[in-house]
């Protein structure tokens, strides 16, 4: 994976939360510890996005599409 460094400023009562998981090795270094909580952020960010999309589909006309996609397919089955 192709890393690159940045410099953040984050609150120092977060810094103290996370240097006591690495404490405890609930995480490997600070680096990892916030690689991981950006991982899981943008997931959960592309997922809600993916369900407003969702949202807006028609679900009747999706099911139509779907049946008649399903019975054209049906129709060029060969016969046995």
């Given at each position: 994976m192709n890393?690159?460094?940045?410099?953040?400023?984050?609150?120092?009562?977060?810094?103290?939360?996370?240097?006591r998981l690495i404490k405890v090795h609930f995480f490997e270094n600070r680096s990892?510890?916030?690689?991981?909580?950006?991982?899981?952020?943008?997931?959960?960010?592309?997922?809600?996005?993916?369900?407003?999309e969702c949202e807006k589909l028609d679900r009747e006309f999706e099911k139509s599409l779907a049946e008649q996609g399903l019975s054209e397919e049906v129709n060029k089955w060969p016969e046995y």
């Open positions: 890393k690159a460094k940045i410099a953040i400023t984050i609150d120092k009562n977060i810094i103290n939360d996370l240097d990892k510890a916030i690689q991981e909580a950006i991982e899981e952020k943008l997931e959960r960010i592309k997922k809600s996005r993916l369900i407003r």
